[in-house]
């Protein structure tokens, strides 16, 4: 079976750090571009930032120098270390197989998660 999961969200305080995890199973992660999304609460979905198969990456301004993606193609998994968060960065956060990276009119593909959430709240 096909699917995405995403895994290390949670409640952390304004300037904590959080991983997230995408783990990938039913294909090989490492073919394929990720995409990472969001969608706050009421706010529609949004991106936050990209990486293709040969690591290079793309960033929203919001993010930029705060998240990073990297993957570990041993584990078919790829993350996202949030840092220095804010509550503004409230949401629940997707990821998956995308296109158009590394650029701004990047998007999602065929595979998609079903979210983790993360709340940052003091």
């Known amino acids: 079976q096909v699917q995405f999961v995403e895994s290390g969200g949670g409640l952390v305080q304004p300037g904590g750090p959080l991983r997230l995890s995408c783990t990938a199973s039913?294909?090989?992660?490492?073919?394929?571009?990720i995409g990472w999304f969001r969608q706050a609460p009421g706010k529609e979905r949004e991106k936050v930032g990209c990486?293709?198969?040969?690591?290079?990456?793309y960033y929203v301004d919001a993010v930029k120098g705060r998240f990073t993606i990297s993957r570990d193609n041993g584990k078919n998994t790829a993350y996202l270390q949030v840092n220095t968060l804010k509550p503004e960065d409230t949401a629940v956060y997707y990821c998956?197989?995308?296109?158009?990276?590394?650029?701004?009119?990047?998007?999602?593909?065929?595979?998609w998660g079903k979210g983790t959430l993360v709340i940052v709240s003091s």
């Open positions: 990486m293709t198969s040969d690591g290079s990456t």
């Open positions: 039913g294909f090989t992660l490492e073919y394929y571009t």
């Open positions: 998956a197989t995308a296109g158009s990276c590394p650029s701004p009119h990047y998007y999602g593909r065929d595979y």
